[in-house]
Structures are given as structure tokens and as C-alpha cells.
């Protein structure tokens, strides 16, 4: 039981690169969703998936495209990559979208755009 | 709507002294409370979690919080620090539709030998 796994753990992109950010989770959950963080603001919400074949935009989701296509994976793309977009990037999980859930995170990756 | 604030970015302890992290809320919603740990380098982890029962939530490591509604606060506390409880802590409140969570922005914790 992996839980959460997220592919590439680090990355370099050059400023108009693109790129995909793989996230896969074995549990079953329904709930999948792409944070970034940045130093001294906690984690920002991307986008989110309430189910396969479903997305939806979070508090940044500006510059980002998502896909679930499968229940257990939820890709995040980055089209023309820009400075702005460095940072840590977690995918998380939850069993459903009732509150009281918690959600289940990945390692990260670290992303550096120059 | 909701938002979460840590008053303390950086906190710093001596081992075997009690650790304080103070976390203030606002929600619309009756809603959940959690806080997570994140050593350096790792995703989070949950600590524990307030979901509507019991006001105060015993959760691993010998880390414990109390829901105070009239505070509208779900501070932190550990009696006593260990080396290994050095890393960022985010408190999270959750409510209302899609798990809407919203993160503190981090209090990082020392200890101290």
C-alpha cells in the first residue's frame, strides 16, 4: 500500500517549457486534488477532482491544466512554464468531500523554472 | 468562507520543554479543524484532527489540541519537546462543500538540545 506517489520528485524547466506532473494514489479515493507552496503561505489549492473524469478549479489554478482519466491518477500540466511557477507542487487525496476527511499526501516535487 | 492564522512562524524550544503552536480560525461553517506535520523535505502528515466531538483531540506523538469555539482557536500543544518533533506545522480548517480546505501559512518549530 504506496498510498500517494507523485512523479518527477524534482524537476528543472526552462521559461516556455511544458511539462506533466504525475499523482497516483492506491486507496480508492474519489477526491484528488494539486496544492503548491510557496515559503511563508502554506498550501494553495490548484485544482481538484471529485471524480474520475471530473475537474475543477481551485484558489490558483491559473497557468495549470489537470486530468483524471483514471480514478487512481490525476495528472497536472504546465503548458508554457513561467518563473512564477517555481515552487513545490503535492497532490492529495481523500476518501470523499465531506469535511470531516481528512486528506492523504504525496512527497512532493520540487519544481524550478528559469 | 474561511482562513486559518498561525501567529507564530518560528518557535523554538528547548528538548524536554513544552511546545505551544497557536492557531486562530474562521469559518461560515460549523467546520473540522486539523494539523498537519511536514518534516524537511517530506509531504504532511497528519497529527490530528477535530471533526465535532470530543473538544479536545489527543493525536500521535504525544501531541494534543483544544477546539475553543468562543476563541474561535485550535492551538497545539506537546508537554514535552523532542529532537525528532523539529519540522513545519500547518494548522487546516474544512468546511462546507468539495473538503474546501485552507492552510495556515506555517509555524516552524525548533528544538534545542
Known amino acids: 500500500n504506496a498510498g500517494v506517489t507523485q512523479t518527477p520528485k524534482f524537476r528543472v524547466l526552462k521559461t516556455g517549457q511544458s511539462m506533466t506532473l504525475l499523482c497516483a494514489q492506491d486507496m480508492n479515493h474519489e477526491y484528488m486534488y494539486w496544492y503548491r507552496q510557496d515559503p511563508g503561505m502554506g498550501l494553495r489549492l490548484i485544482h481538484y477532482?471529485?471524480?474520475?473524469?471530473?475537474?475543477a478549479k481551485g484558489e490558483v489554478p491559473d497557468g495549470y491544466n489537470v486530468s483524471r482519466l483514471k480514478k487512481q491518477n490525476f495528472l497536472l500540466g504546465l503548458e508554457s512554464a513561467a518563473p512564477s511557477q517555481t515552487s513545490v507542487y503535492f497532490c492529495?487525496?481523500?476518501?470523499?468531500?465531506?469535511?470531516?476527511?481528512?486528506?492523504?499526501f504525496g512527497p512532493g516535487t520540487r519544481l524550478t523554472v528559469t | 468562507a474561511q482562513s486559518v492564522t498561525q501567529l507564530d512562524s518560528h518557535v523554538s524550544v528547548s528538548e524536554g520543554t513544552p511546545v505551544l503552536l497557536r492557531c486562530n480560525y474562521s469559518?461560515?461553517?460549523?467546520?473540522?479543524l486539523f494539523w498537519y506535520v511536514q518534516h524537511p523535505n517530506k509531504g504532511l502528515q497528519l497529527l490530528l484532527k477535530y471533526t465535532s466531538a470530543a473538544t479536545l483531540v489527543k493525536g500521535i506523538n504525544g501531541f494534543e489540541a483544544e477546539f475553543k469555539k468562543s476563541e474561535t482557536s485550535f492551538h497545539l500543544t506537546k508537554p514535552s519537546a523532542h529532537m525528532s518533533d523539529a519540522a513545519e506545522y500547518f494548522c487546516?480548517?474544512?468546511?462546507?462543500?468539495?473538503?474546501?480546505?485552507?492552510f495556515g501559512a506555517g509555524t516552524r518549530l525548533t528544538v534545542k538540545p
Open positions: 477532482s471529485v471524480g474520475e473524469g471530473t475537474t
Open positions: 487546516v480548517v474544512s468546511g462546507g462543500n468539495n473538503n474546501d480546505m485552507r
Open positions: 469559518s461560515s461553517y460549523s467546520p473540522s
Open positions: 492529495a487525496s481523500s476518501y470523499d468531500g465531506s469535511f470531516f476527511y481528512e486528506q492523504y
